[in-house]
T-cell receptor, first 115, second 114 residues
């Protein structure tokens, strides 16, 4: 069974600083990886996904993530954050071979951007 | 605009009562899902349905029930057997139900048991 670990429950950062949100997964088979963002009292919005091909994936709002198979990681990065990036971020994985594409989520990382 | 709607946004229930949460999608997706979100625990799968008139239990199905009589609708009933139902409930859908389909989420319903 796959699992996802988000290494930081909270990340405070100042506006215009770079940020990295860390995500590690465990799976014995190939994986497909996702990052979602959730603003307070709202649903989840897809930021980006890795299915195959280039290991560097670009998403919406200037975010990008890099799939590292040897490190079993899929860290999310942004070179310069804005106040509006304050939200909770979830890493999720689908393991190859599952019959219906079950998404397994990490516990979430709350990103707080300070002025 | 295509999307997923959930109603109501906030729901209050007395202990011992059943309550039904609505989820409707107009994306023409085959698969639909229900998740429960608790602070610090991420999202946990309650039930999923890959096609009309078929559904399967997820990781935490006890105390919940669903139906899938129409492609666009997947209501969730929280029964009195659910020991700790206060949570944020999210509905999602995907086009085929097979991997690696992207799941799209509704705005959620916050259920509070008084």
């Amino acid at each position: 069974a796959q699992s996802v670990t988000q290494l930081d429950s909270q990340v405070p950062v100042f506006e215009e600083a770079p940020v990295e949100l860390r995500c590690n997964y465990s799976s014995s088979v190939s994986v497909y990886l996702f990052w979602y963002v959730q603003y307070p009292n709202q649903g989840l919005q897809l930021l980006l996904k890795y299915l195959s091909g280039s290991t560097l994936v670009k998403g919406i709002n200037g975010f990008e993530a890099e799939f590292n198979k040897s490190q079993t990681s899929f860290h999310l990065r942004k070179p310069s954050v804005h106040i509006s990036d304050t939200a909770e971020y979830f890493c999720a994985v689908i393991a190859g071979g599952t019959s219906y594409g079950k998404l397994t989520f990490g516990q979430g990382t709350i990103l707080t951007v300070h002025p | 605009d295509g999307g997923i709607t959930q109603s109501p946004k906030y729901l209050f229930r007395k202990e011992g009562q059943n309550v039904t949460l609505s989820c409707e999608q107009n994306l023409n997706h085959d698969a639909m899902y229900w998740y429960r979100q608790d602070p610090g625990q991420g999202l946990r799968l309650i039930y999923y349905s890959q096609i009309v008139n078929d559904f399967q239990k997820g990781d935490i199905a006890e105390g919940y029930s669903v139906s899938r009589e129409k492609k666009e609708s997947f209501p969730l009933t929280v029964t009195s057997a659910q020991k700790n139902p206060t949570a944020f409930y999210l509905c999602a859908s995907s086009s085929r139900g097979g991997f690696p389909d992207t799941q799209y989420f509704g705005p959620g319903t916050r259920l509070t048991v008084l």
